[in-house]
């Protein structure tokens, strides 16, 4: 399948909403539960599940606040805990914006609440106190009521309703109807003023029932006037969605949870304003580029002249200097941990030593252009933040930008912000299917990151039988790309060797000594030690030896029947083993595994198993080449069943058998 299958289908499959009519009402009162509601210990349609949402309903609305339109938010929200893993979803977090006056920030007001309980066979009904409601800073320009429902416990039901202002009309807040528990019932009712005019989205694969109908709208403004218009009346109803659990092998769950979503195209107050909002990319282009916190930070030349010159030189291949300038940025300038788009102050990122992602990435395209380098930013949206679709042009859709610089003619990309990233080693959750390239002189351009670089591992083990009759050698591990960035952020975090080496012998029933960890070098990194297994000793008639000896591939990810989500490996990767056993004295090969090759598709994955013996050893190399990294729901099988077959081989062992005399 070629890379852009998988975002054409999903393109197609997460705008997927059912239109009809009719749509059915669940009957709900705030302040009354019924026993047979308290009394049900399993959800029928998933008994696994440790709560349910038994209701949600939230319904948005115009308003004018300070001779101002205004949103109105109105949610209720009613959860059955089923099991004690349960109990966190009794503890709730609403966030708000804090601006820079009063009419500037949103506003949570209205909470009310209850918890249920079934005592002596009938509801008993505790009230949400003010004393489980605390309000918190979260950042600058955030914060947040946190509630604490009391005497929740298994079997209990909560119930929550609020009401949101905001004076920011033009953003509708996305909507989810999908959690992690499994949803009986959910409603969506939003009314849009006539003077508005949104383009709606739905994600994910499950049914929503929508209706639309004219309403009248009625705004009461200053000095006791009201505004009537008309009013676009949109309904979505969900019922008996299913929990959108996590599932093996999906770079972000949340692009495929049921959403809808809103963007603003336009205003229009007749005899007031007129605003379009409708954008395009090449528009989104044209704003970046202006921007005083994007293009315009990219301008500085010179800024760290005296560095620079004893970094590099005319004598350089482009490669080298590039690589050179990467190292260099890293050096003088330490990342402040935060992911950012927009660039505050190069100049001061340089002059303090400390920066975001957005001002290293910044001063790594100012030095390489001043190096001769057609570098540029590379824009987009974080794996972890959710997809972008190409198709709908959106400014906030954006999160995060790389460095993109043209060598030898060839594109390469760099994330400054990384420690131990290089030239097309970037961390996996930029390795995305669409970033927007921000050219110089030049229209934006569209390019796929998602099969960037070359991602190894080599594992080679040479073994034999000690004088103690234990299976004991020594262990290379070389770990290149990706891995090697992840490996060198494992070993700067662990808390110490000792602690990664008991868990190794712990997972391995294995003796350690000797272990080496390396440190990154040209993207790559190799790990050493010796072992001796505490499971396999000789001296008896027959001898059993697990092929690999540290089998990689030991358990299948894909378990299930069937799947909704589709596959997505983090990156293509190769991954190798080379096994060398020496075949103890006074023992032959009575069984070693067969050698075979397998394919999955047109060579998309493949697996090669090769055996070579003599009467003193045995030698097994297993290479597994992971050349597409996505594949549809409907290929699942397929995927399945080629990943059963190597977990199965991982699994074979060799028999060794003793001679007799």
Not at 12 to 41: H, M, N, P, R, Y
Not at 581 to 602: F, R, S
């Amino acid at each position: 399948m070629k890379p852009g299958k998988i975002s054409c289908l999903l393109s197609v499959c997460l705008l997927f909403v059912c239109l009809c009519s009719g749509i059915a009402q669940e009957k709900f009162k705030f302040g009354e539960v019924s026993t047979a509601d308290l009394s049900e210990a399993v959800y029928a349609n998933d008994t696994t599940a440790a709560a349910v949402v038994l209701y949600e309903d939230c319904e948005v609305r115009y308003d004018v606040e300070n001779n101002d339109f205004a949103l109105r938010t109105y949610h209720t929200v009613r959860i059955k805990v089923l099991k004690p893993a349960g109990l966190g979803w009794a503890d709730i977090s609403l966030p708000f914006y804090v601006g820079s006056s009063r009419d500037k920030s949103e506003k949570v007001y209205g909470i009310s609440g209850n918890t249920y309980n079934l005592v002596s066979g009938k509801p008993e009904r505790t009230k949400l106190s003010k004393e489980y409601i605390f309000e918190e800073k979260t950042s600058e320009n955030w914060q947040r009521i946190k509630i604490a429902f009391p005497n929740v416990k298994a079997g209990s039901i909560f119930e929550l309703k609020y009401e949101k202002s905001s004076p920011y009309y033009h953003s509708l807040e996305d909507f989810s109807f999908q959690r992690s528990i499994p949803v009986k019932y959910c409603r969506y009712k939003v009314t849009i003023p006539e003077y508005f005019k949104f383009g709606k989205r739905t994600t994910g694969y499950e049914r929503l029932d929508y209706s639309e109908k004219t309403a009248n709208v009625s705004l009461l403004l200053g000095g006791g006037n009201t505004l009537r218009c008309n009013g676009q009346e949109m309904t979505f109803v969900g019922q008996d969605i299913p929990a959108m659990k996590d599932d093996s092998y999906v770079w972000n769950k949340n692009d495929y949870t049921v959403r809808v979503l809103f963007d603003l195209k336009s205003v229009e107050v007749p005899g007031q304003i007129y605003k379009n909002f409708t954008v395009t990319w090449q528009d989104i282009d044209k704003l970046l580029t202006e921007s005083e916190e994007f293009g315009r930070q990219l301008r500085f030349s010179g800024l760290m002249k005296e560095e620079m010159a004893l970094t590099v030189n005319d004598g350089m291949s482009p490669a080298t200097k590039a690589e050179a300038i990467l190292n260099l940025v890293k050096e003088k300038i330490q990342w402040n941990d935060d992911n950012a788009l927009y660039i505050g102050s190069v100049k001061k990122a340089v002059k303090e030593g400390k920066g975001t992602s957005a001002e290293m990435n910044a001063a790594l395209i100012c030095l390489l252009r001043d190096a001769g380098f057609d570098a540029y930013p590379v824009v987009m949206s974080l794996r972890s933040r959710g997809r972008i679709f190409s198709m709908y042009p959106s400014l906030k859709s954006l999160n995060y930008f790389i460095t993109g610089v043209n060598i030898d003619g060839k594109p390469a990309y760099m994330d400054a912000s990384h420690k131990y990233g290089t030239i097309n080693v970037i961390p996996a959750d930029c390795m995305v299917q669409e970033a927007l390239c921000i050219l110089k002189d030049k229209p934006a351009q569209w390019v796929d990151l998602h099969e960037t670089g070359r991602n190894r591992y080599m594992t080679t083990v040479m073994a034999g039988f000690n004088d103690d009759g234990k299976l004991s050698g020594n262990v290379q591990k070389i770990m290149g790309g990706v891995p090697c960035m992840s490996y060198a952020r494992m070993v700067d975090k662990q808390k110490s060797k000792d602690e990664y080496k008991a868990k190794m012998e712990t997972d391995a029933n294995i003796s350690i000594s000797e272990l080496e960890q390396g440190t990154p070098q040209n993207a790559s990194v190799t790990e050493t030690f010796s072992f001796a297994s505490n499971d396999v000793m000789s001296g008896d008639e027959y001898i059993y030896v697990n092929s690999l000896i540290f089998p990689y591939f030991k358990d299948n990810p894909f378990k299930a029947e069937t799947r909704k989500l589709p596959v997505e490996y983090p990156y293509p990767y190769d991954h190798m083993m080379s096994v060398t056993l020496m075949i103890p004295k006074g023992y032959t090969a009575e069984e070693v595994p067969g050698a075979e090759k397998i394919t999955l598709g047109d060579n998309q994955i493949v697996y090669s198993y090769h055996t070579k013996k003599d009467t003193s050893m045995i030698q097994i190399v297993q290479r597994v080449s992971v050349r597409q990294t996505l594949y549809s729901a409907q290929e699942y099988e397929h995927v399945r069943d080629f990943w059963t077959h190597i977990v199965n081989k991982n699994n074979a062992q060799i028999v060794l058998k003793r001679v007799s005399e």
